[in-house]
C-alpha cells in the first residue's frame, strides 16, 4: 500500500500534467480525481479546492527541480564548479521538463522579481540558499571575493530569474545558450578572487 508521501507525489504528478496540457480553468478537480481512480471527496482529504491543488502542485514542482539542482551540485567539491553545475543543472531541467515548462508559459507569474507579489516564497527563499552556500564556500576557501553576501545571493537569484522569464515566459530563446554562457563567465569572474601579483 503506497505512503502518504507517494499518494502526495503521484498526486502532483498528475495535476502537473492536467494543468500544462489543459490549463488551470478547464482542469477540474474531478478530472484530478478521475485520472488517480479516486472520487472527488477523497481529493479533498489532500487539498481544499483547486486554486490549493494548483498551488500545491507549482510548489513541489518547484522544489522537485531544486532537489534535481542540489543532487547535481553535491556532485561537486570546488565552489566555482558547484556555481557552473548549479546554474547548468536548473536550466536543463526546466527545458526537459515540457508540463513545467508550460505551465511558466502559461502562468507567467509564477516567476517573478518582485517579493510582494512571489507566491512560493518558500521555494524561492530555498533557490536563495542553495546560492548562498556556494558563496560562503567560495569565501571561506578564499576563491569568492564578495563584500556583501546577501546582495550578491539577492543579485544572482534575480539573473537566474531574469533567464528564466526572458527564456520561458517571452520566448526569447533564440540567443539563450550564447548570453547564458557570457552571463555565467562574467559572474564567475566577479565572484572571484584576484589573482596574487608576481
Known sequence: MAGKKEKYQKLFQESLRLFSVFGYKKTTIEDVARQLSMTKGNLYFYVKNKKDLYHQTIHWALTQWQAHVIKAVEKETCPKEKFKTMASTAMAYIEANKSLR??????????????????????????????????????????????????????????????????YVFLDSTAFQQMFDAALELNLRGLSTSPPKP
Open 102 to 167: 508550460k505551465l511558466l508559459i502559461d502562468d507567467p507569474d509564477i516567476f517573478t522579481l518582485d517579493r510582494e507579489k512571489d507566491r512560493f516564497p518558500e521555494a524561492n527563499q530555498a533557490a536563495r540558499e542553495i546560492i548562498r552556500s556556494i558563496v560562503d564556500q567560495g569565501i571561506d576557501e578564499n576563491l569568492f571575493s564578495v563584500t556583501d553576501v546577501n546582495a550578491t545571493t539577492e543579485y544572482m537569484f534575480s539573473v537566474y530569474m531574469m533567464f528564466l522569464i526572458q527564456t
